[in-house]
Nanobody, 117 residues
Framework: QVQLVESGGGLVQPGGSLRLSCASSGSIFDTYAMGWYRQAPGKERELVAAMTRGSRPDYAGSVKGRFTISRDNAKNTQYLQMNSLRPEDTAVYFC???????????WGQGTQVTVSS
């Protein structure tokens, strides 16, 4: 069972940037899908960014142009670069991987991002 460890969350002022990392205990080289969700207090978990094999990265409309998902296969790590952060981006961010179309989805433990002045 692959394990995911997230890092990079924290407190940032509006307009600032953060980069989240999600390190996998297994190879992500040929992973079918990976990405990030977030959940704000009192709200449902929502997809932020995703990479699916053979497709271009996909982003929630609210983060398009501000967030970028990427991966480093050599480090078995995916990233979420978040720029121009807004208070409404405040949430717990969860990374996930789905190794194959038939695999279970594995989740990270979540990392808190707070955007506040």
């Amino acid at each position: 069972q692959v394990q995911l460890v997230e890092s990079g969350g924290g407190l940032v002022q509006p307009g600032g940037s953060l980069r989240l990392s999600c390190a996998s205990s297994g190879s992500i080289f040929d992973t079918y899908a990976m990405g990030w969700y977030r959940q704000a207090p009192g709200k449902e978990r929502e997809l932020v960014a995703a990479m699916t094999r053979g497709s271009r990265p996909d982003y929630a409309g609210s983060v398009k142009g501000r967030f970028t998902i990427s991966r480093d296969n050599a480090k078995n790590t995916q990233y979420l670069q978040m720029n121009s952060l807004r208070p409404e981006d405040t949430a717990v961010y969860f990374c996930y991987v789905k190794p194959t179309t038939l695999s279970r989805t594995t989740w990270g433990q979540g990392t808190q991002v707070t955007v506040s002045s």
